[in-house]
């Protein structure tokens, strides 16, 4: 039986917030299973060009066969969206993208391959890396991390309240065995008395965390943030998709520090910090799915999107 297809995430919202045209360039910096790629490529005929990026060698190869009809209009990448420069510079897009889109949650089959590890769901080894290439694993970190390495870990990653219970009980268990498996884990949070929110299994956001910290989830996402929106050209935009309080949290204060007049501190009676606006937020709430979509994609529940437009040399001339 063949895996259903990966069902895009607020596929009308990305669309109408990327403004495509005909002869734009955009980039996908999450393809996973290309399903927001393949319906850009396809708003976006004739002229317009894709590149997609992913650390997930498997998901390339999945989106690379999506994608074929497409032709030379899409041009994939092994790499993650925080090497977005490298990879515009490569496919010759020095001048920046029309739009870019970041959709930072995991594909269906990502989730549903028991041998990624990434789900208590089914039982498989306790991996979890996008980059399958790239070290650690998450046994490496429950296995050998201390117990405060791994209570900062919950803490930080997964906003865990039972932390400090949860690494106290896998320092025992591993004493008298590694912890390979994700059943493993999933019983050993179970067992230390831990209760997840109402409609969540316990360890939710133990599996949360480790996979957040294998893969540098956070340090990626900041990275990016940094100066993301010098790799737009004017009136080109960056949309994002975050599936929890941590991203999207680093997600707002960026774009609002990217729209900002001024980074000077408020009490500072001239300003000197050199700053200009680089961007326009188009949507200054947080857009969520819509409750049709939810009941009909159970993934998309937890999403949010927001949207900026950089701002061009004119537009900032009264700054």
Known sequence: MQPERHVPVMPREVLEALNLRGEGLYVDGTLG???HSSLILEKSAPGGRLLGLDRDS???ER????LAAYGERARLEHCGYEE??????????????DGILLDLGMSSAQVDDAARGFSFMTDGPLDMRMDTTAPPTAADLVNHFSESELVRILREFGEERSARRIARKVVAERQKGEIRTTSELASLVERAGVRGRPGHHPATRTFQALRIAVNDELGRLARFLDDGWRWLRPGGRLVVISYHSLEDRMVKHALRRWAAECLCPPRRPICDCGWSRKVRLVNRRLMTPTSDEVAANARARSAGLRVVERLSAL?????
Not at 84 to 97: F, P, T, V
Request: aromatic residues 4%.
């Open 63 to 66: 989106a690379r066969a999506r």
């Open 84 to 97: 977005i420069g490298d990879a515009l510079e490569a496919a010759g897009w020095e001048d920046g993208a």
């Open 33 to 35: 299973e290309a399903g």
């Open 315 to 319: 537009d900032n001339s009264h700054d």
């Open 58 to 60: 498997s998901s390339l």
